[in-house]
């Protein structure tokens, strides 16, 4: 994971920790399955506090901005397999066809960017 500091020499930035694909702010106060949220469009999760001092996901009710975390949006390889339909008296009919499968998530490809705690 590719983690940014917002300004590069703060000192006060939120807790956080990574276990397989998922990632847990304070000791565990939130935690999400990056996994699990990667879609084939980009996603952008919110990190914020709210007036009470705990962590949300989202910005509704929140008091400061303290992460966001970057999913990119899920990528495909082209791999060639049978075709179920392949009909050999059919000249039109192909053997073989394309289909795209999702490449699997990675963490590597994730970017954390944590916010000074003002």
Do not use: H
Not at 38 to 58: H, Y
Not at 88 to 101: L, R, V
């Amino acid at each position: 994971m590719n983690v940014i500091k917002r300004p590069e020499n703060g000192k006060n930035f939120v807790e956080y920790s990574t276990k397989g694909t998922k990632i847990s702010f304070s000791d565990g106060e939130i935690t999400a399955d990056l996994q699990k949220k990667e879609r084939d469009d980009d996603v952008k999760i919110d990190v914020c506090m709210d007036n009470t001092g705990g962590l949300i996901f989202g910005t509704s009710g929140a008091r400061i901005y303290v992460a966001q975390i970057f999913i990119p949006a899920r990528r495909y390889t082209d791999v060639e397999v049978d075709n179920p339909d392949y009909n050999p008296e059919d000249e039109t009919s192909q053997k073989k066809i394309i289909e795209q499968q999702p490449i699997p998530f990675s963490m590597d490809n994730v970017e954390l960017t944590l916010f000074e705690e003002v």
